[in-house]
């Protein structure tokens, strides 16, 4: 179950960075920088429903990583979770993940507000996964 939980993590890091991408050319272009690069693609608004679909699938990894994570963590462990940094951290980037998505779909959020907000998704998880690890001293390492 490791290798499963590992590989979710993964896909929804690769999702949510797709997403970020996303948003910088949003930002990008709303800051007047590179328009004439980024004249081809897509306007601001289908980007920015694009990339609001990959946080929606990057929702849906990051949802089964955590529920694999829990059933592994009782095989291995004996318990589902125990607030460890990491998963206390991985909670937090999923209730971060889940309240981007809320706010966008209910407050119809404009295209830069939202890649503002999918860059603090981001920066969240990124922190969370690649951080983290390196300053607990609890089993429960993560990417190190």
Partial sequence: LLFIHVGLGKVFMGSVL????MAGVVLLRAAGIGRERFA??????RLDELAFRFMALG???????????????QDA?????????????SFITWITLVFTLHARSMLKTRPRTGAVMILSVFVIAFLTFFGVPFITAAPHKGAV
Wanted: proline share 5%; charged share 15%; no cysteine.
């Fill in 59 to 73: 929702l849906i990894f990051e949802s089964l990583m955590l529920v694999v994570g829990a059933i592994w963590a």
């Fill in 40 to 45: 081809n693609l897509p306007s601001d608004e």
């Fill in 18 to 21: 797709v997403a970020v991408g």
């Fill in 77 to 89: 462990w004996g318990r589902y979770w125990a607030w460890d940094p990491l998963e206390t951290w």
